[in-house]
């Protein structure tokens, strides 16, 4: 069934979208701000943070609008004194169960959850109270988690769920005890994690991140006695730019070679042939999965 187009009202301005998106889309299309925490389009749509609320003209109460379909003529407030009083009340109850070693975060300045606490001037809890604590889970090879940062926004379990479909972790408990975990609240080492990092990626604070050996590599380096040698993947030539605020897809290997020589390596190579086949095996498994599926959507593209 082919989709209409509806006006509707978004901070006073007029924006004329279809009638499939909800007011969060809507909003971004109009370049108007609404902020998110359990968003991610097309993995997490769930609306349990509440960042997104807005108000609706002719509504009582909030409408959380990562979830609500646009309607004609509907006359949408996203930043009223209302709305960012709720908000910073979310974020206070957020932060009331949150580990807030922030200078010390391997997140700090990266964090979604803090960007949030700048932004909405949220400078002290006013909620304290009783706190869960975790035990920290670092038996994997490559993933550390910490689930004293998590604010179980969920992002996680979507990634694991419906872009890898792997379904390693899942939220276990009830109430307060809620938390996101494995089956048994397990070790990600000892389930059917693939240690993919896709719910690294997805996750807005320090929950889950990677395991840290630089240390080790420095020692290395600096043993007169062992000849070093990095091997780097063709996706960091060009991945690595962003970090230094380069254009997407600026290719940085001569950059990134010299800065490795200086850094102390002795050696340095570059994965080629076996980039190729991983992405021939790639591409193989992304045909047979497609092919495979029955009940696939239009949002697929090709």
Not at 55 to 83: A, D, L, N, Y
Not at 172 to 187: A, K, M, P, Y
Request: glycine share 6%; net charge neutral; charged share 25%.
């Amino acid at each position: 069934m082919k989709n209409k187009t509806v006006n509707l009202t978004i901070d006073g301005i007029n924006v004329e979208v279809q009638d499939n998106l909800t007011i969060l889309e809507a909003a971004r299309k109009a370049n108007i701000h609404i902020p998110t925490l359990c968003f991610l389009k097309g993995i997490n749509e769930v609306g349990d943070c509440r960042m997104c609320i807005v108000q609706v003209e002719g509504r009582k109460g909030f409408v959380t609008s990562c979830i609500q379909k646009v309607e004609e003529g509907m006359v949408v407030k996203t930043h009223t004194p209302e709305i960012v009083e709720a908000r910073k009340i979310v974020l206070d109850l957020i932060l009331s169960n949150h580990e807030r070693d922030c200078l010390t975060c391997i997140r700090s300045g990266n964090c979604e959850l803090q960007e949030l606490a700048i932004k909405y001037n949220v400078q002290q809890v006013k909620y304290e109270g009783e706190k869960i604590k975790h035990k920290i889970d670092n038996k994997s090879p490559s993933i550390e988690r910490n689930m004293n940062k998590c604010i179980l926004c969920r992002r996680c379990v979507g990634a694991c769920k419906n872009i890898q479909e792997i379904g390693a972790i899942d939220c276990i408990n009830r109430g307060f005890e809620s938390c996101v975990s494995t089956v048994g609240d397990n070790s990600l080492a000892d389930v059917d994690c693939t240690f993919c990092g896709q719910c690294i990626q997805a996750c807005p604070t320090g929950a889950l991140h990677e395991k840290d050996d630089t240390e080790k590599v420095w020692q290395k380096i600096n043993d007169k006695e062992i000849y070093t040698i990095v091997q780097t993947a063709p996706a960091v030539r060009v991945a690595l730019g962003e970090e230094f605020g380069m254009k997407i897809g600026t290719n940085v290997t001569g950059k990134m070679i010299t800065a490795l020589k200086r850094i102390g390596f002795d050696k340095v190579f570059d994965t080629n042939t076996g980039a190729d086949f991983t992405i021939m095996e790639e591409a193989d498994e992304f045909v047979q999965r497609f092919t495979n599926r029955r009940n696939f959507t239009n949002d697929y593209i090709l």
